[in-house]
Structure formats: C-alpha cells, structure tokens
C-alpha cells in the first residue's frame, strides 16, 4: 500500500525538485555575477533549504545531532559515510556556518541546473576518478583552499554510495592528500542514517516516510595523530559503529 502511494507523491516531488533547480540557476547566476561570492553562496543555502522542504513531500523528516562545540576559525575536514544524493542538500544546509565544500566526481560538473553551476563556482573540488593526472593535482589544490579560508571539506570516502546502508570500505589517497594539505584541521565523523531508504525502490518512486539522521561525532585534532593510518581507521570504525541498517 505504501508503494502504491508512493508513485503519485514521487511525481510531485520530482515536480517540485525540478522546479526548485531550475529557479535557482538564474538566482545562483545572478548573485554570483552581480553580488560575488558571498551573496552566491547564501543563494546555494537557501536551495538546499529548498531541497529539504521538496523531501518533505515524501513524509520525510531531519535530525541533525551535534552534541560538541566545534572550535570555530580552523578548518574541518568532515568525513561521512554516503547512502544517497540526499545525504548532500541536509549536510550542507546544517553545516552552512561552516562553508561546507563537496568533492565531486567531474561528471557532475556539466548538465545539472543549479547543482552543476554550484560546484564549478562554489569551490568545489571536481575530480576524475580515472584520471589520478587530474584527480591528485584537483584535490592538493582543494586542500590548499580550504586551508586558506578556513573552511570545511566534505569527503565520502567510500568512494560511491551504499545501496543498502552498509558502509564500504573507506579509499584512503584522498583522506592522505587532505590531511597533508590541510594541517591545521579539525576532523569530524558525520554518520548518516536511512538516507538510502529514499531509493529503496529505485529512482521511482521513492521511498516514503523515512528519518534521515546526521550524527556528528567528537571532532578530532589531525595535529595529535603522528600515525595517519590509525586516524583514518578511527574514523572509520567511528562512523561504521553507529549504522544502523
């Protein structure tokens, strides 16, 4: 029963998600050619502010739980597990005090309205995963301005998202290339929760019902781990041991 209702509410959120993308491409547009950077990006928070109100279409709800004081004027490196695409517009809206910047695949870059201009002029980092002559030289660079500015870098290390929640194995060149590029972070486990329930069902139609949870866990100094290894596996097991499937 609840997948039958399910595709009637599914074509009117892809409706209302079009929509909103499409609207904000000439508002992202705007603000960044006329007002600069700043305006750009208070522009790019209200669309995942947006996009969260489009998921609420589907019945579904957000928790965002931080119980630490994150020391603020020092970047982070913000490492999380990846179940969805709907991990993405949550995690940058809750974080937006912190200027939240994704690493992406470069495919993403061209074809998207508001998401592909996003990423090309909000500092993101665009990397082709079959091209370490791209990828590497992408990520030092990425790393040096999130140094620079003090801002945070959001990294899914799987690599791809999980289909069913499980966490993958975390790829570890582009944690390294971070943690020797930005040496003054903060690093911060996020563990996302039921984010790939949304698509339970494929991308039609979609899940309904479901509490996407974000738990963020105790920043760690970067400075204090002489053995990188042994961060990266904390970390890990950090995020891994509060999944819950």
């Given at each position: 029963m609840l997948k039958l209702l399910s595709y009637p509410l599914s074509v009117i959120y892809y409706l209302f998600f079009g929509l909103t993308l499409l609207v904000f491409h000439p508002i992202q547009w705007f603000c960044f050619n006329v007002f600069g950077k700043k305006t750009h990006q208070q522009s790019v928070y209200i669309l995942q502010f947006c996009l969260m109100r489009c998921a609420n279409i589907l019945g579904t709800r957000f928790s965002f739980i931080n119980e630490?004081?994150?020391?603020?004027?020092r970047p982070l490196i913000i490492?999380?597990?990846?179940?969805?695409?709907?991990?993405?517009?949550?995690?940058?809206?809750?974080?937006?005090?912190?200027?939240?910047?994704?690493?992406?695949?470069?495919?993403?870059?061209?074809?998207?309205?508001?998401?592909?201009?996003n990423?090309?002029?909000?500092?993101?980092?665009?990397i082709d995963r079959k091209n370490p002559r791209q990828s590497l030289p992408a990520l030092m660079k990425f790393g040096e301005f999130i140094e620079e500015n003090n801002y945070a870098a959001v990294i899914f290390p799987e690599g791809t998202?999980?289909?069913?929640?499980?966490?993958?194995?975390?790829?570890?060149?582009?944690?390294?290339?971070?943690?020797?590029?930005?040496?003054?972070?903060?690093?911060?486990?996020?563990?996302?929760?039921?984010?790939?329930?949304?698509?339970?069902?494929?991308?039609?139609?979609?899940?309904?019902?479901?509490?996407?949870?974000?738990?963020?866990?105790?920043?760690?100094?970067?400075?204090?781990?002489?053995n990188k290894e042994d961060l990266i596996e904390t970390v890990e097991s950090t995020i891994k041991n509060h999944i819950k499937n």
């Open positions: 630490h004081n994150i020391e603020p004027n490492v999380a597990n990846h179940q969805s695409l709907h991990d993405i517009y949550p995690l940058t809206w809750y974080m937006r005090k912190r200027n939240p910047k994704f690493i992406s695949k470069i495919e993403l870059g061209k074809g998207i309205p508001s998401v592909s201009y990423l090309r002029h909000g500092g993101a980092a665009l998202r999980s289909k069913d929640g499980t966490v993958k194995p975390f790829q570890r060149k582009g944690l390294e290339i971070l943690f020797k590029k930005i040496p003054s972070a903060l690093i911060v486990p996020v563990s996302i929760n039921n984010s790939w329930k949304m698509l339970r069902y494929g991308k039609f139609p979609m899940g309904l019902g479901n509490h996407l949870k974000f738990t963020v866990h105790k920043p760690i100094d970067l400075a204090i781990f002489v």
